[in-house]
């Protein structure tokens, strides 16, 4: 009988179905690649943990006699798994080795839904990067000199910027990946395609983009995206107009227009240091270039009239209640009521090597 102690212990009701589902799924690689000896002493004690039972596998052990989760269970799992298969696999069961796959589902509801497994060391890496992150923006800042006076005066609400930013964990680490890639591809070293580097391509009809009404289409994806996504993109990205005849045929290619230049980006991030808005902490190499006057009021695209902002506060800009403007090329931020019940106009946050270091002994 295969899984007997699994099968004895599941007739008898000490067993519960999702433990025993954890351990036969954990047994059922390892049969290809362990002794029947090994398999059965991590089956008898894993079900003898699961149920509590003291048995010559388990006696003496930390938790010995508790009818263990299945959660713990999963974890114990693991462990035997470890311990009875360290490489992962036998040398020559390379078809049987755990590979990381990731692809997409069909569009629906507004969403592609991300399919397939990591490895626990792409996990680990996974989780490196969301964690750095997230926990840079959950780390309290306590406030300057200046603020702690403009609390004291009411003219600021302490914290009220972390309670500006709503979104869960998962779009918060969704967030981060966008940056991730958004980085890796406007890095040098980021292999190129054609001769050019990888660029999403966004196609709009002009009509729709004077009248607001309609969407616009990524190159390669078959659902389109909202009008909103396309302005941000060219704020960010700059555009490119093209008119076609009757028949589909180009007539004219025109020049880029609203693009900042990597060494324009390179000044404003030297100048602004990463995200202005108070509170966000998002690196510069992780932020998108917004014209302070929109392009489509003609606003300049030169540092005068850049600053740096992350993907969510770009996108949020229009509808969260911050304002920005440039003052002798240096952009100044007004809060929402929330942040500053006064609304009062103040210098963003700069770069921390445009401030002198302090020297003197």
Known sequence: MQHPAVAEALASG????????????????LSRRCTLDDLDRAERALVASATGAITPETEGLPGA???????????????????????????????????????????KTGLYPLRGGVTPELRGILDGIFNTHLSAHATPAFPSAE????????????????????????????????????????????????????????????????????????????APISLRAVRQKMCAGGFQEMIL?????????????????????????????????PGCRVAAAWCEVHHVVPWQHRGKTDTDNGCL??????????TAGWEIRMVRGRPEVRGPVLFDPHRTWRPAASHRANTPSDVSG
């Open 14 to 29: 000490e067993l519960g179905v999702d433990a025993a589902e954890v351990i036969v799924n954990l047994l059922e690689p």
């Open 65 to 107: 006699g508790i009818a263990f989760s299945a959660d713990l269970i999963r974890a114990q799992a693991h462990e035997w798994e470890a311990r009875l298969d360290p490489d992962g696999a036998a040398p020559c069961d390379e078809v049987s080795t755990a590979k990381s796959t990731v692809g997409f589902g069909r569009f």
């Open 245 to 277: 005849g009757e028949a589909g045929e180009v007539l004219r290619l025109g020049e880029k227009k609203r693009f900042f230049t990597p060494g324009q980006r390179r000044a404003i991030a030297a100048r602004d240091g990463g995200c202005i808005i």
């Open 147 to 222: 603020q702690q006076e403009l609390i004291e005066a009411g003219e600021l609400i302490p914290g009220a910027e972390e309670y500006a930013d709503q979104r869960t964990g998962g779009e918060k680490r969704a967030d981060i990946l966008r940056a991730v890639f958004e980085s890796a591809a406007r890095d040098a070293k980021t292999p190129s395609m054609g001769g050019a580097a990888p660029v999403v391509m966004v196609h709009v009809n002009a009509a729709d983009l004077t009248s607001g009404v309609g969407v616009g289409w990524v190159d390669g994806v078959e």
């Open 309 to 318: 902002l992350c993907w969510y506060h770009h996108a949020t800009i229009d």
